[in-house]
């Protein structure tokens, strides 16, 4: 069913919190590229119960199944996962019984037993990535690639990758890859004693990094967010602030006119007012 030996080539014990998900790659040989793959669910093989099929609907609320033909893997996904339970990654052998192999999923409420921070992990090229596989359990420590070879409590390399394995810290281990390379991308395992847990390395190029340059007249300036914000929030103080200068001073010039105007009026009422006077001799 599957290529390679040993613990290279199938999770045997998966470890997970309760209500999380956790997704496992199943290798198989390259003949088996067009055939009809599943994960089946129960102890034996002859039992176990259909959870998630590539020719049927490929997710639910439980499972999903996705296929990668260029490296002869697909990859099972179990998700709210509530008991422990025993698996087998298969193919559907036409002529023939089918074929696959099992692995166990072991369900804890507390902190699982080997973990990581995340499943995926993205590096570049020529770039360095580090994983820390933490655990509570005892057990030897290694890092292997998945249908390739492993590194081991130290240094070594996998697939033309540097590893440099650091144990010195409690309850967690550090793998450290450096001088990535297109072919380092695939599924790896962090494994502490009988459990493993699969990591998934993306080895991607690095985005350029290039100055702002113009086009015609136009001119692109790139400004810190902090100094961007700071613009916009002075450019909303300048716009009110202008408006109720402006406010003020039509207020102003219109009271100036208002008190000219009142000011000739009292003017001419008061030489009115001199020219109406009549003057009486009084005697006594």
């Given at each position: 069913f599957?290529?390679?030996?040993?613990?290279?080539?199938r999770?045997?014990?998966?470890?997970?919190?309760?209500?999380?998900?956790?997704?496992?790659?199943?290798?198989?040989?390259?003949?088996?590229?067009d055939?009809?793959?599943?994960?089946?669910?129960?102890?034996?093989?002859?039992?176990?119960?259909?959870?998630?099929?590539?020719?049927?609907?490929q997710?639910?609320?439980?499972?999903?199944?996705?296929?990668?033909?260029?490296?002869?893997?697909?990859?099972?996904?179990?998700?709210?996962?509530?008991?422990?339970?025993?698996?087998?990654?298969?193919?559907?052998?036409?002529?023939?019984?089918?074929?696959?192999?099992?692995?166990?999923?072991?369900?804890?409420?507390g902190?699982?037993?080997?973990?990581?921070?995340?499943?995926e992990v993205?590096?570049?090229?020529?770039?360095?990535?580090?994983i820390?596989?933490?655990?509570?359990?005892?057990?030897?420590?290694?890092?292997?690639?998945l249908?390739?070879?492993?590194?081991?409590?130290?240094?070594?390399?996998?697939?033309?990758?540097?590893?440099?394995?650091n144990?010195?810290?409690?309850?967690?281990?550090?793998?450290?890859?450096?001088?990535l390379?297109?072919?380092?991308?695939?599924?790896?395992?962090?494994?502490?004693?009988?459990?493993?847990?699969?990591?998934?390395?993306?080895?991607?190029?690095?985005?350029?990094?290039?100055?702002?340059?113009?086009?015609?007249?136009?001119?692109?300036?790139?400004?810190?967010?902090g100094?961007?914000?700071?613009?916009?929030?002075?450019?909303?103080?300048?716009?009110?602030?202008?408006?109720?200068?402006?406010?003020?001073?039509?207020?102003?010039?219109?009271?100036?006119?208002?008190?000219?105007?009142?000011?000739?009026?009292?003017s001419?009422?008061?030489?009115?007012?001199?020219?109406?006077?009549?003057?009486?001799?009084?005697?006594?």
């Amino acid at each position: 069913f599957f290529t390679g030996t040993g613990s290279t080539s199938r999770a045997k014990t998966v470890s997970v919190k309760t209500g999380a998900s956790v997704s496992v790659p199943c290798l198989y040989s390259p003949q088996y590229r067009d055939n009809v793959k599943y994960l089946c669910e129960g102890y034996e093989w002859f039992s176990c119960s259909y959870a998630v099929k590539t020719n049927t609907q490929q997710s639910s609320e439980k499972y999903s199944i996705s296929v990668d033909k260029n490296k002869n893997i697909f990859t099972v996904t179990m998700k709210q996962t509530n008991t422990n339970s025993d698996y087998w990654c298969a193919v559907e052998i036409d002529y023939g019984p089918d074929d696959g192999y099992d692995f166990h999923l072991s369900v804890t409420s507390g902190t699982p037993s080997l973990y990581v921070d995340s499943q995926e992990v993205t590096g570049f090229i020529g770039g360095n990535t580090t994983i820390n596989c933490r655990y509570r359990t005892s057990g030897g420590m290694k890092w292997c690639k998945l249908g390739s070879t492993c590194v081991t409590e130290g240094s070594g390399s996998i697939d033309g990758t540097s590893v440099t394995m650091n144990t010195r810290a409690d309850n967690v281990f550090s793998v450290i890859m450096t001088d990535l390379r297109p072919e380092s991308s695939g599924w790896y395992y962090c494994v502490r004693g009988d459990f493993q847990m699969p990591v998934h390395l993306t080895v991607a190029v690095k985005p350029a990094v290039t100055p702002s340059s113009a086009v015609g007249t136009q001119a692109t300036t790139t400004v810190p967010s902090g100094q961007e914000r700071s613009s916009v929030d002075l450019t909303n103080f300048i716009i009110p602030l202008s408006l109720l200068i402006f406010i003020v001073i039509v207020a102003l010039f219109a009271w100036l006119i208002l008190r000219h105007k009142r000011g000739k009026a009292d003017s001419a009422k008061s030489k009115q007012s001199k020219e109406e006077v009549t003057y009486t001799d009084v005697r006594f």
